[in-house]
């Protein structure tokens, strides 16, 4: 059985730093697609930072380009969210997400069909 465990969310101020991990477990495939979104009261959730675990190419959403940083570990299946500067409209519930139909960074929901449970990130002003 796959699954996705995500941690490290937390409460932090305004400028400050959190780093999300996401551990995979229950699957052997080689090539597959790793996100972070988020969903925030009332939005719709966004795919903010997504990697290919081929080529380690990324994606990161406008919002938060410049200040997130996701990294993989291929043998450990982790990857992590670096996420620095944090502003409040940061404040969402985090969700990381696979796709093990194949390698790639395209970061719409659509393709990914294994979630974790989410994980409460808030930023204070």
């Known amino acids: 059985e796959v699954q996705l465990q995500a941690s490290g969310g937390g409460l932090v101020q305004a400028g400050g730093s959190l780093r999300l991990s996401c551990t995979i477990s229950?699957?052997?495939?080689?090539?597959?697609?790793i996100g972070w979104f988020r969903q925030a009261p009332g939005k719709e959730r966004e795919g903010i930072s997504c990697?290919?675990?081929?080529?380690?190419?990324?994606y990161y959403a406008d919002s938060v380009k410049g200040r997130f940083i996701i990294s993989s570990d291929n043998a450990k299946k982790t990857v992590d969210l670096q996420m620095n500067s944090l502003k409040p409209e940061d404040t969402a519930v985090y969700y990381c997400?696979?796709?093990?139909?194949?390698?790639?960074?395209?970061?719409?929901?659509?393709?990914?069909?294994?979630w974790g449970q989410g994980t409460q990130v808030t930023v204070s002003s």
């Open positions: 229950g699957f052997t495939f080689d090539d597959y697609a």
């Open positions: 997400a696979a796709d093990l139909l194949g390698a790639h960074s395209r970061c719409s929901s659509w393709y990914y069909g294994y």
């Open positions: 990697i290919s675990s081929s080529d380690g190419s990324t």
